[in-house]
């Protein structure tokens, strides 16, 4: 059983362009979620969402930032226009269905490393 | 998530055991007591965890104290491989608790 599988492993842009990474969970997992730890910095939250739907996007950036995951294919997290701020490294990570959370845990994968030039 | 604390940074040898402790004085009865651990250039990964017994796994054990104020992550016998940023954190139960709330962490250095 394949863990979750990001890509790319780094994704070079210029300011202005824009930045899609992807996110596949593991085999199962319907719960997909994106943290952005930046230099020096922790995990962050960023958004919860299930198969065609955004449960919680409380910590996505209010502009250029968006995230889907469709009923087929992988969990994409999208960058407009990026600027040298969001050089980051960018989580994805994938649960099961579950009815009991606190007893659950999270599966991440290796990160996409995103530099801004 | 409720909120812990745990010192920024610990050192140990290569083949002792390690302790890493963490307090949560603000813990509710149904807060479960989680912890991952990040190893350089890598996404976290999931250590244990545990609700108000003692639970052991492959990697490590966790000891939770009867007041379920604090706990201590045991790792018996640290190898290089186990230098990594330790985090603990506590799940709510309800509410949003699907997201993990990650602090500062532990950086675990371990010596040759």
């Known amino acids: 059983n394949a863990g979750v599988m990001q890509n790319p492993r780094h994704l070079v842009r210029r300011r202005g362009q824009e930045a899609r990474l992807r996110c596949s969970p593991m085999k199962g997992h319907s719960h997909v979620y994106w943290y952005r730890q930046l230099p020096e910095e922790g995990l962050k939250f960023m958004v919860y969402l299930q198969k065609e739907n955004i449960i919680d996007e409380s910590g996505m950036p209010k502009e250029r930032f968006s995230a889907e995951f469709p009923k087929e294919g992988p969990s994409i997290l999208r960058i407009q226009q990026v600027v040298r701020g969001d050089s980051a490294a960018y989580f994805c990570?994938?649960?099961?269905?579950?009815?009991?959370?606190?007893?659950?845990?999270?599966?991440f994968g290796s990160g996409t490393q995103l530099s801004v030039l | 998530d409720a909120k812990t604390t745990q010192p920024n940074s610990m050192e140990s040898n290569e083949e002792e055991p390690v302790h890493l402790p963490c307090n949560h004085s603000?813990?509710?009865?149904?807060?479960?007591i989680h912890w991952y651990r990040q190893l350089p250039s890598q996404g976290p990964e999931y250590v244990i965890h545990g609700l108000t017994s003692n639970v052991n796994n492959r990697m490590a054990s966790l000891a939770i104290a009867e007041d379920r104020k604090s706990s201590t992550l045991i790792l018996h016998r640290a190898t290089l491989r186990d230098a990594a940023v330790y985090y603990c954190?506590?799940?709510?139960?309800?509410?949003?608790?699907?997201?993990?709330?990650f602090g500062k962490g532990t950086l675990l250095t371990v010596n040759p």
């Open positions: 603000t813990i509710s009865g149904t807060d479960y």
């Open positions: 954190i506590l799940r709510e139960s309800g509410g949003s608790n699907y997201k993990l709330t």
């Open positions: 990570a994938s649960s099961p269905p579950s009815s009991g959370w606190s007893n659950e845990k999270l599966f």
